[in-house]
């Protein structure tokens, strides 16, 4: 059974330094993996999606990495802005199984 | 529509009653996701649809729940004779073809159950 982890579960920084955000999957057989944020009472945005052929996948100041053989990905955010904060979701998809296994999450603060 | 429709977007029902919630994907998009993300819990997986295709039911937790997708097109999930423990956001998504490409979702459906 595939199980995604996200660490921290909340982060603080200070408005305009670049951070890393973590997700790590134990079932490396995995078709695709996407980023997402999510606003306080809101729907899930679409950030990223990175296939399981790519490396990395850049969208502005978002850069997700991927390195299926050791079960990870991440997400830099460059020079962060208040607008930054959110919570971050990962979620991947495996061969055979179509559904979406989510990550609890990273609580992101950008502090002004 | 630009992008995936639920409604309502808040419900507030009393317990033992039936309600339906309503998706509205992506016009084109084949797959339909259905998710719950309860208090401080993580995303749920519930139902998943692809064009004709049998739907994946493996998340629905109970046989209170159910949902259909008309047409290809529109989906609704009821939940009979609600519960307090079904108290959550009900999240629905879609995507071009499933596997491999990119999930939409829409803003959700609060539903409190008292």
């Known amino acids: 059974k595939q199980e995604v982890t996200q660490i921290p579960a909340a982060l603080s920084v200070p408005e305009g330094e670049n951070l890393v955000l973590n997700c790590s999957f134990t079932d490396s057989a995995i078709y695709n993996l996407q980023w997402f944020r999510q606003d306080p009472g809101k729907g899930l945005t679409s950030l990223l999606l990175?296939?399981?052929?790519?490396r990395e996948q850049t969208s502005g100041r978002l850069n997700a990495s991927l390195d299926k053989s050791s079960g990870r990905s991440t997400l830099y955010i460059a020079a962060s802005q208040p607008g930054d904060s959110a919570t971050y979701l990962c979620a991947v998809t495996n061969f055979g199984n179509e559904k979406l296994t989510f990550g609890t999450g990273t609580r992101l603060t950008i502090i002004p | 529509g630009a992008g995936v429709s639920q409604s309502p977007s808040n419900k507030v029902t009393e317990k033992g009653k039936d309600v339906e919630l309503r998706c509205d994907p992506i016009?084109?998009?084949?797959?339909l996701y259905w998710y719950r993300q309860s208090l401080g819990q993580g995303l749920e997986f519930l139902i998943y649809f692809q064009g004709n295709s049998a739907p994946d039911k493996s998340g629905l937790p109970s046989d209170r729940f159910s949902a259909e997708r008309t047409g290809g097109s529109v989906s609704t999930l009821t939940i009979q004779r609600t519960q307090q423990e079904d108290s959550a956001v009900y999240l629905c998504?879609?995507?071009?073809?499933?596997?491999?490409?990119?999930?939409?979702f829409g803003q959700g459906t609060r539903l409190t159950v008292v």
């Open positions: 990175i296939q399981s052929s790519q």
């Open positions: 998504a879609s995507s071009l073809r499933g596997l491999g490409t990119e999930a939409f």
């Open positions: 016009s084109g998009h084949t797959a």
